[in-house]
T-cell receptor
């Protein structure tokens, strides 16, 4: 969506390195999410945050870390503990109000381990 | 957690044909959305439809919450409709998590 910016679009990581994926939004949405997508698969939730300075683990949080220091930003760090990080990573945001809590997605970051 | 099943997993259509995609979910939901993922990976919002029926051009969707399913109808399909269609649900108010199905891959051929 136009109000959600993910960067970089492509990222290459060497074995053993940590990398950080950026997600910024100007929609004033409350919640932000990180999903992982493997080829031919659906989206799996890594982490999500409803408010600043608070976040919760999703289904596949191991090997990842996040922070939410500002409402607009929710960076994801893929650590060396993540054994199979090659995937497509998608950031989403939602405005948490009944009837208006539609989720929108950024354009994604493709991470490849080399 | 809630289970989301989409069918069929793959669908090939001749241009101009109609189709129905189905999403079944295992528990009551507070939020249900349909998305189209284009060949570049971008997820496009199609419908926000926790209940009822909506239409947008050649696409329409119906969610019967009491029977735990949603249907996405595509009429007069075009090659640009190709891609993967995902259903995502939020299981109950306050969970804030969207759980995705595995998608239906649609290929529309000229």
């Amino acid at each position: 969506d136009g109000g959600i910016t993910q960067s970089p679009k492509y990222l290459f990581r060497k074995e053993g390195q940590n990398v950080t994926l950026s997600c910024e939004q100007n929609l004033n949405h409350d919640a932000m999410y990180w999903y992982r997508q493997d080829p031919g698969q659906g989206l799996r939730l890594i982490y999500y945050s409803q408010i600043v300075n608070d976040f919760q683990k999703g289904d596949i949080a191991e090997g990842y870390s996040v922070s939410r220091e500002k409402k607009e930003s929710f960076p994801l760090t893929v650590t060396s503990a993540q054994k199979n990080p090659t995937a497509f990573y998608l950031c989403a945001t939602r405005y948490l109000s009944t009837g208006k809590d539609e989720a929108f997605f950024g354009q994604g970051t493709r991470l490849t381990v080399v | 957690g809630i289970q989301v099943e989409q069918s069929p997993p793959d669908l090939i259509l001749q241009e101009g044909a109609n189709s129905t995609l189905r999403c079944n979910f295992s528990d009551s939901v507070n939020n249900l959305q349909w998305f189209h993922q284009n060949p570049w990976g971008q997820l496009i919002n199609l419908f926000y439809i926790p209940s009822g029926t909506k239409q947008n051009g050649r696409l329409s969707a119906t969610t019967v919450a009491t029977e735990r399913y949603s249907l996405l109808y595509i009429s007069s399909s075009q090659t640009t409709d190709s891609g993967v269609y995902f259903c995502a649900v939020e299981p109950g108010a306050g969970s804030y998590q969207l759980t995705f199905g595995k998608g239906t891959k649609l290929s529309v051929i000229p």
